[in-house]
């Protein structure tokens, strides 16, 4: 079956440590999309790639980084730079064209700083 | 500022009846709405889309309305049922396929028995 993985479902990291995000999909979807939900906030755009080697910044990029090497995987650095890491981050990817169907979702990351 | 707003946090409607579960945007150059739905700690599921050529869309329970004049779309959900019980997220896009989706903060509904 085609879908996204995220893992690990769950993470937990001390202070000061930089930790990875992983998200693959087999879909063969050409667009990547990393966001974070925080409570009563909504989904918010971490950064996108629309094709291999090149990724953008979304809204709230700062603290974070990514990366684009293969069109199924977009992993997610959190940095120590990122002041408020602890949220449910979520992955999601698109086909190119249109967005009849929106975007695909992982089942996402509860990340908890400790 | 909030490009999509969802002005009612939670929703609570009896088994049977109607939900409708409301977004407001403020970018009339949105040209593309999608409603997802979530359970906690999954991701969201796409649930039904609209363009914005069209005023209603209807896929099974789930109808989804736009006023674009009053830049203003509903999801109506008929009859509803516990397993409806989520929150839901409205969505717009700018630009068709290149267009990023930007989300509302939600609406939780409580579907009881």
């Known amino acids: 079956d085609g879908g996204i993985t995220q893992s690990p479902k769950y993470l937990f990291r001390k202070e000061g440590q930089n930790v990875t995000l992983s998200c693959e999909q087999n879909?063969?979807?050409?667009?990547m999309y990393w966001y974070r939900q925080d409570p009563g906030q909504g989904l918010r755009l971490i950064y996108y790639?629309?094709?291999?080697?090149?990724?953008q910044k979304g809204d709230i990029a700062e603290g974070y980084s990514v990366s684009r090497e293969k069109k199924e995987s977009f992993p997610l650095t959190v940095t120590s730079a990122q002041k408020n890491p602890t949220a449910f981050y979520l992955c999601?990817?698109?086909?190119?064209?249109?967005?009849?169907?929106?975007?695909?979702f992982g089942s996402g990351t509860r990340l908890t700083v400790v | 500022d909030q490009q999509v707003k969802q002005n009612s946090p939670s929703l609570s409607v009896q088994e049977g009846r109607i939900s409708i579960l409301n977004c407001d945007y403020t970018?009339?150059?949105?040209?593309?709405f999608l409603w997802y739905k979530k359970y906690p700690a999954e991701g969201p599921t796409f649930l039904i889309s609209?363009?914005?050529?069209?005023d209603k869309n209807e896929d099974g329970r789930f109808t989804v309305f736009l006023n674009k004049s009053a830049k203003h779309l509903s999801l109506h959900i008929v009859p509803s049922q516990p397993g409806d019980s989520a929150v839901y997220f409205c969505?717009?896009?700018?630009?068709?396929?290149?267009?990023?989706?930007?989300f509302g903060k939600g609406t939780k509904l409580s579907v009881k028995p």
């Open positions: 999601a990817s698109k086909l190119g064209g249109r967005l009849l169907y929106g975007y695909t």
């Open positions: 879909l063969n979807h050409d667009a």
């Open positions: 790639s629309q094709i291999v080697n090149d990724f």
């Open positions: 970018n009339s150059m949105f040209d593309y």
């Open positions: 609209i363009s914005s050529i069209k």
């Open positions: 969505a717009a896009s700018v630009g068709g396929s290149q267009g990023n989706l930007i």
